[in-house]
């Protein structure tokens, strides 16, 4: 039944509503947990649509159920919705009106993007077989959003059979998508380093023991783990991301800290990373007359996609954008996502966004924006892939 719907043609019809949508959620970002006006605007709208709406789930998550008229499987769609702690450099005429705060990774997009799902489907309720589960998530940036809204039930009654996401790419350009079986996205932990010296003045510097310069010995020995630590064929990162020390030009402090994250595919090699971290924080500082600490901070799983619902999107993307524009893609980037596909079988994909005029910034970048016509072909590939489950 779901092959005699044109979806292209339904999403391409939406499309003004989704940029008026995008922009203006993209003029009043918001930041994890605090997406009140962002699920003010969804729930409203899937009340309007008939859908049955749940709120404050997660804290200000939003879930909705639109239930077919007969029994089949129950596919979870999801979308985060949070913006990020970042001035927006743009100039274009849908800025961030909220200082420092932008949506610089296109979660206005995405949240555009699920509402035009809810309308599309919302039509054909009684042709559905099954139920879809709108999931618009709080937080996804580094702050246990999936966490909180597993931690409200987001997973039960009814516990989805499958889980499909996406997530706009502005590597890829507009006109491709991404999708990989298995791993498609890193697991990802921070770890704060604080190295302990002993201050003074920076005219006697033998009169103390220095933590920057221990820190510094510390960040160049990192970079030798992956490069001789771990196996050639294995994806692995250290970054260190902070260095902070000292308040002025002629002071030795009395410490250093340094944050930094590993991002990996596999569990082991991610354990053994930070056996080697260890190793080499507390050894530095020792041989440069200083102690070392380290802290850990779990963020989120790897992100595996499971082989049948990856086979069913990568056959939609094919159908919407040809075989040619549809590639393998693994990134060392992080998303929550990966704890609810921990549970629920599922598949992630990627949808390029960029046009190489004024979409060619990275993702967290100040002047990231992305080809609004990107939307039309991630929603009609994922209405393609939830209507093999839901419309068969």
């Given at each position: 039944?779901?092959?005699?719907?044109?979806?292209?043609?339904?999403?391409?019809?939406?499309?003004?509503?989704?940029?008026?949508?995008?922009?203006?959620?993209?003029?009043?970002?918001?930041?994890?947990?605090?997406?009140?006006?962002?699920?003010?605007?969804?729930?409203?709208?899937?009340?309007?649509?008939?859908?049955?709406?749940?709120?404050?789930?997660?804290?200000?998550?939003?879930?909705?159920?639109?239930?077919?008229?007969?029994?089949?499987?129950?596919?979870?769609?999801?979308?985060?919705?949070?913006?990020?702690?970042?001035?927006?450099?743009?100039?274009?005429?849908?800025?961030?009106?909220?200082?420092?705060?932008?949506?610089?990774?296109?979660?206005?997009?995405?949240?555009?993007?699920g509402l035009a799902l809810a309308r599309i489907f919302a039509r054909r309720q009684r042709e559905m077989a099954g139920t879809l589960k709108f999931l618009f998530q709080p937080a996804e940036e580094g702050l246990g959003g999936a966490l909180a809204v597993m931690a409200d039930g987001v997973l039960e009654?009814?516990?989805?059979?499958?889980?499909?996401?996406?997530?706009?790419?502005?590597?890829?350009?507009?006109?491709?998508?991404?999708?990989?079986?298995?791993?498609?996205?890193?697991?990802?932990?921070?770890?704060?380093?604080?190295?302990?010296?002993?201050?003074?003045?920076?005219?006697?510097?033998h009169m103390a023991t220095d933590p920057i310069l221990a820190a510094s010995h510390i960040v160049v020995a990192l970079q030798s783990i992956v490069s001789r630590n771990t196996n050639p064929?294995?994806?692995?990162?250290?970054?260190?991301?902070?260095?902070?020390?000292?308040?002025?030009?002629?002071?030795?402090?009395?410490?250093?800290?340094?944050?930094?994250?590993?991002?990996?595919?596999?569990?082991?090699?991610?354990?053994?990373?930070?056996?080697?971290?260890?190793?080499?924080?507390?050894?530095?500082?020792?041989?440069?007359?200083?102690?070392?600490?380290?802290?850990?901070?779990?963020?989120?799983?790897?992100v595996v996609n499971a082989p049948e619902p990856t086979a069913v999107v990568r056959a939609a993307a094919c159908e919407v954008l040809g075989a040619e524009n549809v590639v393998e893609h693994r990134t060392m980037a992080a998303e929550d996502m990966g704890y609810i596909m921990s549970d629920i079988p599922g598949c992630y994909f990627f949808v390029g966004c960029s046009n190489g005029e004024a979409t060619n910034f990275a993702h967290h970048h100040p002047r990231f924006d992305f080809d609004e016509r990107a939307m039309v072909d991630g929603v009609t590939i994922m209405a393609k892939a939830a209507a093999q489950y839901v419309m068969n």
């Open positions: 039944m779901s092959t005699k719907v044109d979806f292209k043609r339904e999403a391409t019809a939406l499309f003004d509503d989704m940029v008026r949508v995008r922009r203006d959620l993209h003029r009043h970002p918001e930041l994890g947990f605090q997406e009140t006006r962002t699920a003010g605007i969804v729930a409203e709208t899937l009340t309007e649509l008939g859908l049955e709406v749940q709120t404050g789930v997660g804290q200000t998550g939003v879930v909705a159920l639109l239930e077919g008229a007969r029994p089949g499987p129950c596919v979870l769609l999801r979308f985060d919705m949070d913006a990020l702690p970042i001035q927006e450099e743009s100039t274009h005429s849908y800025v961030s009106a909220s200082p420092g705060i932008m949506h610089a990774c296109g979660h206005d997009g995405h949240v555009s993007m009654e009814p516990r989805p059979d499958v889980a499909l996401a996406m997530h706009l790419w502005s590597p890829v350009p507009v006109g491709k998508a991404r999708v990989v079986d298995g791993p498609c996205m890193a697991s990802s932990s921070v770890f704060t380093i604080t190295v302990q010296g002993k201050g003074g003045h920076g005219a006697a510097p064929h294995e994806s692995i990162v250290v970054s260190i991301g902070e260095f902070s020390a000292g308040t002025t030009f002629n002071v030795i402090p009395e410490r250093a800290v340094l944050k930094g994250t590993v991002r990996s595919y596999d569990t082991a090699s991610h354990r053994m990373v930070y056996r080697r971290i260890l190793e080499m924080v507390t050894n530095v500082a020792v041989a440069y007359g200083c102690r070392a600490t380290m802290e850990t901070v779990a963020i989120v799983a790897a």
